[in-house]
């Protein structure tokens, strides 16, 4: 199977739930540093970066390989990810998990089976090490 336009424009949605998933955490978690305010700041761009590239490639008419049998699990993972952003607390884990899902999502837009499926691992571990399973 192969990765449609329907299918980048509905993982782009799925990084867009994800950043505001991000933003509600951070309505609920005041960050009382500098440092802090820009490791989330650039997290966030981070992610829309990401949804923005993922739609751009919607809206190409070619298909991209054989990567098409990842996009549940992708997006699978980005909804376990918005549920674990609802029950973490520092900033860290936040940023674990954020680092995850980008790399869910860079896997996708420079396919190969190994990518996806270490992205995917990645985010199993992040999720396991923030207790957020």
């Known amino acids: 199977m192969q990765l449609s336009s329907n299918d980048f424009g509905g993982l782009a949605g ?3 739930g994800a950043a505001k998933a991000l933003l509600t955490w951070r309505q ?15 997290a966030f ?5 990401i949804a ?18 990842f996009v549940r699990p992708v997006q699978e993972g980005i909804q376990r990810a918005e549920a674990a952003l609802e029950q973490i607390r520092g900033l ?3 940023l674990l998990i954020v680092k995850a899902i980008a790399g869910m999502g ?3 837009l420079n396919p ?7 992205a995917l691992r990645t985010l199993d ?3 396991k090490s923030t207790s957020a399973v």
Do not use: W
């Open 14 to 16: 799925k990084y867009l």
């Open 28 to 42: 609920s978690h005041p960050l009382e540093d500098q440092s802090s305010r820009d490791q989330f700041n650039n």
């Open 45 to 49: 761009s981070y992610m829309l970066n």
């Open 52 to 69: 923005d590239r993922l739609e751009n490639q919607a809206l190409q008419p070619a298909l991209l390989g054989d990567v098409g049998v």
């Open 92 to 94: 860290p884990q936040v």
């Open 106 to 108: 860079a896997a996708v």
């Open 112 to 118: 190969s089976e190994e990518r996806v499926n270490e």
């Open 125 to 127: 571990v992040a999720l």
